[in-house]
C-alpha cells in the first residue's frame, strides 16, 4: 500500500509560480511511476504530468509543456510540480497518484491517490 499527501497549493497571481510537493509512504516508492493530475469544477479529472519510478522518462500534457516541470526524490519518498507561468485556467484541485504502468495516463491505471491540494490563480 502507498499512501500520498500533496502540499503546496494555495492563492496566486496569473504568472506567478507554486511548487506542490507529494510524500509517499512505503518502502517501493522508486517503483512506481507517479503523475499529476487536475480537476477543475464541473470538469473531469485530467491528466497533467507523469515520472517513471527512475524518473529517465518524463511525459506532459500539451496545456502545461514548457511551464510545469515534474520531478522526483525517491531517497525522500517525494514527487514535486513545479507550476511556473500560472493561467486562471490552470486553477483545479491538483491530486498526486501511483501507477505501475507508466504509458498510461487514464486515471484507471493510477491505484494510489491523494487527497488534493487547491491551487488557485487570480487574473
Known amino acids: 500500500q502507498v499512501q500520498l499527501v500533496e502540499s503546496g497549493g494555495g492563492l496566486v497571481q496569473a504568472g506567478g509560480s507554486l511548487r506542490l510537493s507529494c510524500a509517499a509512504s512505503g518502502r517501493t516508492f522508486s517503483s512506481y511511476a507517479m503523475g499529476w493530475f487536475r480537476q477543475a469544477p464541473g470538469k473531469e479529472r485530467e491528466f497533467v504530468a507523469a515520472?517513471?519510478?527512475?524518473?529517465?522518462?518524463?511525459r506532459y500534457a500539451d496545456s502545461v509543456k514548457g511551464r510545469f516541470t515534474i520531478s522526483r526524490d525517491n531517497a525522500k519518498n517525494t514527487v514535486y510540480l513545479q507550476m511556473n507561468s500560472l493561467k486562471p485556467e490552470d486553477t483545479a484541485v491538483y491530486y498526486c497518484a501511483g501507477t505501475s504502468r507508466f504509458a498510461d495516463i487514464t486515471t484507471p491505471a493510477y491505484n494510489y491517490w491523494g487527497q488534493g491540494t487547491q491551487v488557485t490563480v487570480s487574473s
Open positions: 515520472i517513471s519510478g527512475s524518473g529517465a522518462m518524463i
